[in-house]
């Protein structure tokens, strides 16, 4: 199908609820993508971090082809011969006690919900159906009703309620406020430790661990959205790291199934795990071992092949550049290892010019919130990638401005 075909059918058969730019992406390799032209861009996205150890890693490729030839569905009916290996790895590289399974990022935060709200009333003692969750404005964790019902985003919530009751917003990054709103049924307080697509949005120093001292004053679980921070994004395997903060609960997904099969985790200590009987959480996939096989490999060449350093050494030097750009559309550039955006001043249609012009420079980037333009590229960049990036990008914005 030539590429005008594919668009149109796919506008004509598909729901409505991407805009993505017109690129028909065919192949990628490390850090770079190629559409059905042949073109050849650097992809700046990196499906939202869920491809940090690049598109197509040759190594977790082996291990997909290898584990789909001998077993990949069994269900948790019944024990396989993987999961225990990825739990292992898994606690041991996040410096987890346990680890429950599943699919999307979604659904671990969901589940992260359902436990934290387990221990509110089994362990903290709250009153039946009184259990309240603090979350922050500007949140982005997923999009299940529960989940959106508590965003701030008017479009991601719209004519979707009702919503599930037992959450309350407080400015992100501002203790004070924080500390106002825990009240004694307060169960949990969940974040993202940078906001990802509320547009990179990095919390005042001191702010998680903040967090963490008012959580453990007021016995409220410090719940961590590591979904998009997590696994080497920030230059550190969680971002909490940054801050020497240990969570009770964190959710990591994206890239823990290396940009080829969805697996998301919640890590979490064996008090609030442990709370979790027989035929009360599950999920069909959660766990299988193409999964968790995937997974292991995954986390194996983040580790092995030195992404998160790479992440800290790359994202200190992109960033560092980004903020020389002379364009006076920009508004503010910030970042923490290859987690960074370059914000816009506020404009009649954002940043869409600014992709669209970027992608005809060879640089994939998708605005978020409107006036951001978020660079994420895969962990694997090298230097001379990211000059390459560098100079596209100081063209492209050149061009619109
Ligand atoms: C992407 C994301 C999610 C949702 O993950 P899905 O796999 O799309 O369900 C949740 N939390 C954060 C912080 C995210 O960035």
Redesign the pocket.
Known sequence: MANTDTISTEQRLGAGNYKPLDVVLARGSGVWLWDVHGNQYLDCLAA?SAVNQGHCHPKIRETLVEQSAKLTLPSRAFRDDRLAAFYQDLCKLTNSHKVLVMN????A?ETAIKCARKWGYLVKGVPEDKAEIIVCDNN????SIAIVGFSSSANSRADFGPFAPGFRSVPFGDAAALEAAINPNTVAFLA?PIQ??GGVVIPPDGFLRRARELCDARNVLLVL?E??TGLGRTGRILAEEHEGVEADITTV??SLGGGFY?I?AVLASEEVLSLLKPGQHGSTFGGNPLATAVARTALRVLREEGMVENAAEQGEYFLRELRGLRSNAVREVRGRGLMMAVELHSREGGATPWCESLRRHGVLAKETHGDVIRFSPPLVITRDEVDWALERIRRAFSEVD
């Open positions: 939202y999307s990022g979604t659904e935060v982005f964790h997923g999009r993202e990802g697509e959205d979904v998009q997904g994206k969805p998301s």
